[in-house]
């Protein structure tokens, strides 16, 4: 396998138009289409959309899909980028960046039910499905037994930490990128100078907009309201918004706060502990209490705990922690179903469960926090990453990020194994 990817042998000319042609591009990557909402421009004529079953005969043409809404300025340029990594897959493998289908805009998780669709008609293979403003989704089915997505993760995790501008993002289509090289050879280190030379070119990360981060955020949230795209992207916005939030103030006759609140030790001593209480109460459940829609929940909460349990990472060990302590309230509400469901402080989820609920500072909607936060706002759950110190849980590219360990989300453990049903 060559380890030179398409871009490099693209002609001058065509790297000018890229540059020339991101600026354009980010309005659309930034802001997603339903901006033409809040700007005031709705009533021109809308853009055709594809439906999946329009997206389904392209694929059947050529298995790779860009819109140019997620090309990044040319998408026959990301087209070839994509068709270069996916050309020595062993298995079928289908690309898709794309405007989100309108009959897939109420679904949770429409890249993911995108590509089961895909999958029914275009039979086994590996599906890269990204929709503009509602995330992405890689799905293997008839892969080898080391089908592994990891390293990928990694790259791309790495990337986005030491990438240009204030808030780094990697773009659709160097995301796309990495996930396709990495899965057309399974089981196979993935060679870094592949990912320096994605890193290296001007469509690998969304620049950094003219306005302000909370100002992007907070149009991105009107036209979302307005075009109704659900509730996961609200979780989205809050967890993009707070990391813009003012630094704390200390009430007067305070003393100094720390900005940051760290991991506290034997975090993961603690996890495996209400874990292990959590798997002996599943074990007294009788068969008939296992089979209802909680018993279920309680076995998939212990499950996604146990993936995330010794990955040595400090945040997964956190969530292994409220995921034993998820388990455990659903077990409760096998015989108590008057119980809530057990939901963290969204600023720190070491502070316990949530009992109140507060503005933070950045977003546009209220969080679940602790009593504590809820009376003054405490400092985020944070962790060391090189360089840039100490970063607050949300602004890190992971599924903690994206549920606030559950504080957003109501199905925190079915996220959470989806999440790593990609990486495994």
Known sequence: MTETVAVRGAVPSRRRRVVRAVTLAVCGLVLGAPSAIADGTAGEQ??????????????????????????MGDSELAHDVLSEAAADADLPMYVVLAEMPGELAA????????AVLFRDELGEGIYHVAFLGAGSYTGAWGAPDDFDLRQAYTELRAAEENGPGEYPRSSALFEAAVMVRAAAAPGEDLPSSVVDDYVSEPWAFVPDPPTSMADAEATRWVATLATGIGVLVAGLIITVGVVRAKPLRARKGDAARPAYEAVPEGIERRAKKHLADARRRLDELSGDEL???????????????????????????????VLALTADREVDRVSRPELRTYQPCFINPMHGE?????????????????SACGRRQGAFLSVRRGLRGWVPYVETSTVWAR??????VGDL?????ADRSVRR
């Open 46 to 71: 809308p853009m055709h959309t594809a439906t999946v079953d329009e997206l389904i005969e392209q694929l059947r043409d050529d298995p790779v899909l860009v819109q140019p809404s997620m090309g």
């Open 107 to 114: 679904t949770e998780q429409p890249a993911e039910q995108a």
């Open 291 to 321: 089979a209802t829609p909680t018993g279920e929940k309680v076995s998939s909460a212990i499950d996604a705990a146990e993936r995330v349990l010794d990955t040595g990472d400090d945040l997964d060990a956190v969530g292994a922690y």
């Open 354 to 370: 949530a009992e109140d609920a507060v503005r933070v500072g950045g977003s546009s909607i209220d969080a679940p926090v602790c």
């Open 403 to 408: 549920t606030g360990y559950g504080a957003l």
């Open 413 to 417: 453990a079915e996220q959470v194994l």
